[in-house]
């Protein structure tokens, strides 16, 4: 399988895992089984990170110039669809404040992780296949 | 599909020299995977590392990269080569 193909995978397990927040939350009406998917959350993140070679978490001065501005041009987009994500979100929760705790919960991670992993979660699905290393 | 904003000879003379892409990269100092984008003309380096690729291979900027399309090599040229290598 290209790489390609597999940091996509990657992509769709982890926007999966945020729509599987406010489910279970639903599902159960509890926060504990909601907080426990922080424990898959997070892994996903770091395979992300992985996947694109660290470029949105590395420190700047440890990108090359085409990071950099691989980097720098993936945050013009981003910015405004999370601007209005939060802003949506901030709707969600003002309406699940009549829900249980768990669905409340479920959303406010599942927004809080969809504004965080959105720059990941665009160069994830964007990057090209790799180069190979020795190159023919 | 557009043509790139530049060309770029740098996987010819890289190829011709045995490099591989890590080794150029790591001279250079960039990533590999640049070193690549570069290649394939969709990525235009900066004035600095497209000076530093030309020092590497100790050739002028514009041998490795233009604004035109590089000529194809012809039968003349290759016919040079092999008798310069002889």
Do not use: C
């Amino acid at each position: 399988m290209q790489n390609r193909q597999r940091r996509r995978g990657l992509a769709t397990a982890f926007l999966a895992l945020l729509a599987a927040f406010p489910l279970v939350g639903w599902m159960t009406g509890r926060m504990w089984p909601v907080l426990v998917l922080l424990a898959p959350y997070a892994a996903l993140s770091v395979l992300l990170a992985a996947a694109t070679y660290g470029i949105m978490d590395r420190p700047l001065r440890g990108l090359d110039e085409r990071e950099l501005e691989q980097r720098r041009s993936l945050f013009r987009e981003p910015y405004v669809t999370g601007t209005s994500l939060g802003i949506v979100g901030g709707l969600v929760m003002a309406a699940g404040l009549g829900a249980e705790d768990g669905l409340m919960m479920g959303t406010l991670l599942a927004v809080v992780g969809l504004l965080y992993g959105l720059p990941s979660l665009v160069f994830t699905w964007t990057l090209p296949n790799d180069d190979s290393v020795i190159g023919e | 599909m557009s043509d790139p904003p530049f060309h770029s000879r740098l996987r010819l003379v890289r190829t011709e020299r045995n490099l591989s892409r890590k080794d150029l990269a790591t001279a250079v100092g960039v990533h590999y995977q640049t070193i690549g984008y570069i290649e394939r003309g969709e990525y235009s380096p900066s004035l600095a590392l497209a000076l530093k690729l030309a020092r590497y291979f100790d050739l002028p900027v514009e041998a490795l990269f233009s604004l035109d399309p590089f000529p194809p090599l012809d039968a003349e040229t290759l016919m040079r080569r092999d008798v310069g290598t002889d």
